[in-house]
C-alpha cells in the first residue's frame, strides 16, 4: 500500500510554506477527518490504517491516505515501518501531534455542548434509496386508481 502525495496536494503544500504556519496548521486540522483520525492515532492508540478506517465510519481509504499524508507533510504524524514486505506502517503522533490533542479535547468539548447530537454520521451523505422500476411502475397504477375514483 503505497501512500501517494498527489500533484495538487503537493503545490499546496509548496505554496503553503510561504504563507503563515498557523494558517497551515488551521488549515490542516479543519479538513474533513482529520481531528478524528489524530483522536484515532494520538488518544485511542488506533494507530493502523484498516483499523483507523474501520473506526471511524463513513472515512473512505482513498480520503484516509490524503489525510495522513496531509498530517505526516504538515509534521503531526510519522509512520513507523513494522515490516517491509507486505509493508505494514503504523501511525504515531510527534510533538506536534501531541500538542494539538489539548486543542482537540478543548474543540470536542465545545461540540457535545453546543451539538450534543453530532455523529461521525453527519460527515457522510447517507445516499437515497430510488425506487426501483416495478416499484415505481406499482406507484403509478396507484396513482391512476385514485384518479379513477
Known sequence: MGFQVDTKQKQRISRGSKQ?????????????????????????HIDRFNQILRSLPGLTP???????????????????????SPKLVSWTLTEKGQDTLPILEGYFSFTKKWHPNATLKNHRTDSVKRP??????????????????
Open 20 to 44: 503563515c504556519p498557523v494558517g497551515i496548521d488551521l488549515a490542516t486540522l479543519g479538513r474533513k477527518w482529520t481531528v478524528h483520525i489524530i483522536e484515532s492515532i494520538g488518544v485511542q
Open 62 to 84: 482513498r480520503v484516509l491516505i490524503m489525510r495522513l499524508n496531509e498530517l505526516e507533510e504538515s509534521g503531526l504524524i510519522t509512520p513507523i515501518i513494522i515490516q517491509k
Open 132 to 149: 426501483s422500476l416495478l416499484e415505481l411502475v406499482e406507484e403509478r397504477k396507484q396513482e391512476l386508481v385514485w384518479l379513477e375514483i
